[in-house]
């Protein structure tokens, strides 16, 4: 076997379809804000900011194998309903999506489907191309560029169509995390025409901040906006909603697809049709009581979006303690490499330290200048954290 060609054993302890997915699994609970004692909620959040600055960001771990890859692939899985232990497969992965592993057992005489809505994998035991390798380890040091180019070419060498899926994710993470729209977008709607069940669709890249999108996203979004294909639809929907020359185009786009088959795409555009309704504050108790039992429904891996505008929704009515527990969902459940995550610990931080708790929104803004150095999220928190410190209020 050539040394270009040659793959490597890696154990991978993070969910099937979930190889470069954050270790961090955090639920936070709130109710409706009438009925609960600040007190509760300010100690929760205080909590909240210290167990993130310890833990947000810390990768799912791979750890080399000890022995050459025999080439063969190992899933342990546990059934969801908790009775009985882990079970062990080993054979050759030939397809995993968002609802299923095949598995061809060892020796090859036969076929193991795997329904992951009756399992949950505890381990998955594969193998990846050199350049595959390459590119993880570039990604775990933060370096973008040498990540993706790595990434890139390690798809050429892949041809298990399930493992090019994960690349797929990870350059979306990339592009993501360098503010490339464009290329997000377009990267994660291949990995999604591929698998529509896939797990990573929390990295979807939607709007759910305030204002115009790049420019460099407005031709794009057109295009995506007028296919016939709902992923697409709500992307460039999402990011053209808040332009008057699309806005009424964008509703009736995202109205289709809440009411499209696909589930999940109907919640995330669904929630994509608060945005109106935040931008011209017609909020009342009731809707936002709504929306928050709304959120509370979706899987977790869906809620970040919708969770950052329930923050901005009681940001908005001066909630601060509130506004800020939603905030801090997209960076504690992943997602963490996207601009929600940095925004919403920004947003997060303000609304901290307007009700005077200066020490956590300054522990938020450093986590944002140590997740995203060299970006403008970073430079906008260090901004912050400069004026508090002008202030007088921080250590």
């Not at 370096?143 to 690349?167: C, F, K, T």
């Amino acid at each position: 076997m050539s040394t270009s060609s040659r793959r490597t054993a890696k154990t991978v302890n993070a969910p099937c379809g979930a190889l470069f997915n954050p270790a961090l699994r955090i639920t936070l609970t709130l109710g409706r804000s009438t009925r609960r004692p600040s007190g509760v909620l300010r100690n929760g959040v205080a909590a909240l900011v210290v167990f993130l600055t310890f833990l947000v960001a810390v990768p799912a771990r791979c750890e080399d194998s000890a022995e050459e890859s025999t080439g063969s692939d190992r899933v342990v899985v546990q059934p969801r309903t908790g009775s009985g232990g882990n079970e062990t497969l080993r054979g050759v992965i030939e397809e995993s999506t968002g609802a299923r592993i095949t598995l061809r057992e060892a020796g090859g005489r036969r076929v193991r489907v795997i329904p992951l809505s009756d399992y949950r994998v505890v381990e998955l035991r594969t193998t990846f191309v050199p350049a595959h390798e390459r590119g993880l380890a570039a990604l775990a040091r933060h370096d973008l560029s040498v990540a993706e180019s790595e990434l890139a070419e390690s798809l050429d060498a892949e041809s298990r169509r399930w493992v090019r899926r994960e690349i797929l994710a990870a350059r979306v993470r990339i592009a993501l995390v360098r503010d490339d729209q464009p290329l997000a977008a377009r990267l994660f709607l291949s990995l999604y025409e591929s698998d529509s069940t896939t797990p990573h669709l929390r990295l979807i890249p939607l709007k759910w901040t305030t204002g115009d999108p790049p420019e460099n996203c407005v031709r794009p979004a057109r295009d995506w906006l007028a296919s016939t294909r709902p992923a697409a639809r709500l992307v460039g929907a999402s990011l053209l909603l808040e332009r008057p020359d699309h806005a009424a185009e964008a509703i009736a786009a995202l109205q289709s697809v809440a009411a499209s088959e696909d589930r999940r795409l109907a919640e995330l555009a669904a929630a994509q049709l608060w945005r109106p309704d935040l931008q011209a504050a017609r909020l009342s108790d009731l809707q936002l009581e709504r929306w928050e039992k709304r959120v509370s429904q979706l899987p977790v891996e869906l809620r970040s979006g919708p969770a950052f505008l329930l923050g901005r929704a009681y940001s908005t009515r001066s909630q601060g303690e509130l506004a800020a527990a939603w905030f801090l969902w997209p960076a504690t459940v992943g997602g963490v490499e996207c601009e929600l995550a940095a925004q919403g610990l920004i947003e997060a931080g303000g609304c901290l330290a307007r009700i005077g708790q200066s020490a956590e929104a300054i522990r938020l803004w450093r986590e944002v200048q140590s997740r995203f150095p060299d970006s403008t999220w970073a430079q906008t928190a260090a901004d912050r954290e400069r004026r508090e410190r002008e202030a007088g209020a921080g250590p």
